[in-house]
């Protein structure tokens, strides 16, 4: 029902900005929460911040607390990833997800989201 499609990664010097983007099609895009997670070699995927259906209520992982915004504008079907303070660390594909509703406002866990994005890339250097 939901097809996501992430824009906006790229190379970036340690201490730059990127603006991700997922784009959404389908009328439902409101009744989902959204996610950000990422995966770099090696790594298990990683959920970086997560928003509510209303994007009253968000979730930050610890390592980009301070660093990244996730928003989400529910008239045109997209949700924002605002990286800013990029370290190399950050390095690694991030994938948008979107997940039906349920009793968790922002889930965390990969299992509890039903559709992705196929990833982009994004590299922090140093």
């Known amino acids: 029902q939901v097809q996501l499609v992430e824009s906006g990664g790229g190379l970036v010097q340690a201490g730059g900005s990127l603006r991700l983007s997922c784009a959404a099609s389908g009328r439902t895009f409101s009744t989902y929460a959204m996610g950000w997670f990422r995966q770099a070699p090696g790594m298990e995927r990683e959920c970086v911040a997560a928003?509510?259906?209303?994007?009253?209520?968000?979730y930050y992982a610890d390592s980009v607390k301070g660093r990244f915004t996730i928003s989400r504008d529910n008239a045109k079907n997209t949700v924002y990833l605002q990286m800013n303070s990029l370290k190399p660390e950050d390095t690694a594909v991030y994938y948008c997800a979107a997940a039906s509703a349920g009793v968790y406002s922002t889930p965390r866990t990969p299992s509890l989201y039903d559709y992705w994005g196929q990833g982009t890339q994004v590299t922090v250097s140093s």
């Open positions: 928003i509510s259906r209303s994007s009253g209520i968000t």
